[in-house]
């Protein structure tokens, strides 16, 4: 399977954020990468099951193609392959609309705070995401913190 630049952008954000905790104080080992972070990280983990579930339920929208969901610590990390719109605009409401839908999905059914019909919510977790298009361009990217009830693009 070729791996988008999107998803390899997404992943490797990961571990900058992670790098980023510990040079600000986040860990008291300077030396730690984001593997032993995973490892030392004790608390609840979303499963393969969950996973596939996830991205299962997703299927249901013609627009969505693939999605890969990854774990670090606290640190959720999702990358979407989505068909877009001829608009760039309509991609990007396409883009946002199934990466709400996924992380609805992946916090009702897994370890995380579910989320109110209304709202995302807060939650026990970050997420980071990256959705493009079949042929690879980017669509959008946004963040949601664990203190934060909202999706920042």
């Not at 030396?31 to 991205?55: C, F, H, Q, V, W």
């Amino acid at each position: 399977m070729k791996v988008s630049p999107l998803k390899t952008l997404v992943f490797s954000g990961v571990k900058i954020l992670a790098l980023a905790a510990v040079a600000y104080g986040g860990t008291d080992s300077a030396g730690t990468d984001s593997e032993a972070n995973t490892e030392s990280y004790d608390g609840p983990m979303i499963s393969e099951s969950m996973k596939r579930l996830a991205i299962r339920a997703s299927t249901r929208n013609r627009d969505f193609i693939d999605a890969t969901i990854q774990q670090n610590g606290l640190e959720k990390s999702l990358a979407l392959d989505i068909e877009c719109a001829e608009s760039e605009e309509a991609a990007k409401k396409t883009a946002r609309y199934l990466w709400t839908e996924l992380l609805r999905i992946i916090k009702q059914f897994g370890p995380d705070s579910n989320p109110t019909p209304s709202e995302v919510g807060t939650g026990d977790f970050d997420y980071l995401v990256g959705v493009s298009c079949a042929d690879g361009t980017t669509v959008a990217t946004g963040v949601k913190s664990r203190d934060s009830a909202e999706i920042v693009w």
